[in-house]
């Protein structure tokens, strides 16, 4: 039978709906970002956790609506049950559900971190193992994709996210918000090596990330000097050129630590939309004979296709949730 599933994502500053059926294909996706944290300068869970309920009804209808379907065509629901900001969370896991408890369909309950690991599956039909470098704001890791809930993870930051260290830096730097899209755009026009960084980790056994030193070097070459633009650029491309070190370092420590050989390098996560980084890295996974895959930028960021395609893949599986199940704050992918 085919399977078509509703996905509900609402573990942070998103509220988003998706409808994807076995065939990958994505029948329609609503997404609300809230804009109402702006003025706190990062995202306040309350205010998270309400405006999900504000607008989940009318993103649902609005989803069936676009792919022209009614609930009676939808054979099962799935939504995230963590990790993130946990009011969030159980609004989107009660609405699902609710949802599948009205139209007696099967439930399944999705970690946002699989959602992000198995999105590539859906655009680029990547096959199992995989190696995935999941970098945005809120994660940092790599990750070993053996099969739908099977995974090995290989390293973690320590403190800072990567995608949180480019926003650090940009915030120091003048630029804005979201620092990631500016730092890229101002290191175009930079030279990489006129600002001295740190490479945390380099050379290190392992595959763990550090960011936070970089985010305190740039805070001390400003201090030293005036923010002329040349020296923005300088700073943007010298953080940029240290980031990128670090992440091919790490990229090729865990390509050697795989006993089974991936079949690709997929990147996720805001930070995949970055062009140079991106190219960086897939100089490692060419030397490792591997395509490195990223899904579009859209689906890179929180979105609800992740959740439904994870559905997919988990409900084809026969992987059900009971409905008393709970939700999580944390809930690592793998140990
Ligand atoms: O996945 P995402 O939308 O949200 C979460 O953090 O979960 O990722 C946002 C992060 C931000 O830190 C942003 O600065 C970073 O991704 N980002 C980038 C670029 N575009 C977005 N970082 C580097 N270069 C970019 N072009
Ligand atoms: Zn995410």
């Known amino acids: 039978m085919a399977i078509t599933v509703l996905g509900i994502e609402t573990s942070c500053d998103e509220t988003a709906v998706a409808l994807v059926n076995d065939k990958r294909q994505i029948l329609s996706h609503a997404l609300a970002s809230q804009t109402a944290h702006r003025a706190y300068g990062g995202v306040v869970p309350e205010i998270a956790a309400r405006a999900h309920l504000q607008s989940l009804e009318g ?19 799935a939504a995230t049950c963590g990790p993130g900001l946990i009011g969030g969370v159980m609004v989107g896991a009660m609405f699902a559900k609710a949802l599948a408890a009205a139209k007696h369909l099967p439930f399944a309950a999705i970690n946002h971190l699989e959602a992000h690991a198995l999105t590539a599956r859906l655009t680029n039909d990547v096959a199992f193992p995989f190696l995935l470098l999941l970098v945005s704001g809120g994660h940092c890791q790599i990750l070993l994709a053996k099969g739908v809930g099977e995974y090995q993870l290989l390293g973690s930051t320590i403190d800072d996210a990567v ?3 480019f926003d650090k830096a940009a915030k120091i ?12 755009a101002a290191a175009k026009a930079g ?7 740190p490479r945390p980790l380099l050379g290190r056994a392992g595959c763990d990330f550090s960011f936070s030193g970089l985010k305190t070097a740039i805070r001390q ?8 633009p040349a020296f923005v650029h300088d700073c943007a491309a010298s953080l940029q050129a240290a980031i990128g070190d670090c992440l091919c370092d790490r990229i090729q420590n865990a390509f050697d630590m795989c006993e089974i050989p991936p079949v690709a390098l997929v990147i996720a996560g805001g930070v995949a939309a970055n062009q140079a980084l991106k190219a960086r890295v897939t100089a490692v996974a060419s030397q490792h004979a591997v395509p490195c895959l990223s899904p579009p930028v859209e689906l890179c960021t929180d979105n609800g296709v992740m959740v439904a395609w994870a559905g997919v893949e988990r409900l084809r599986l026969g992987l059900v949730d009971d409905l008393d199940c709970h939700v999580r704050p944390r809930w690592p992918l793998a140990g």
């Open 173 to 184: 730097l003048g630029l804005g918000y979201p620092g990631g899209p500016a730092i890229e």
């Open 59 to 77: 993103l649902v209808r609005q989803a069936l609506e676009e792919a022209r379907l009614t609930l009676d065509d939808v054979t099962g629901v």
């Open 163 to 165: 995608g949180e260290c």
């Open 221 to 228: 070459a400003v201090e030293q000097r005036s923010l002329t």
């Open 191 to 197: 030279n990489p090596s006129a600002v001295p960084l």
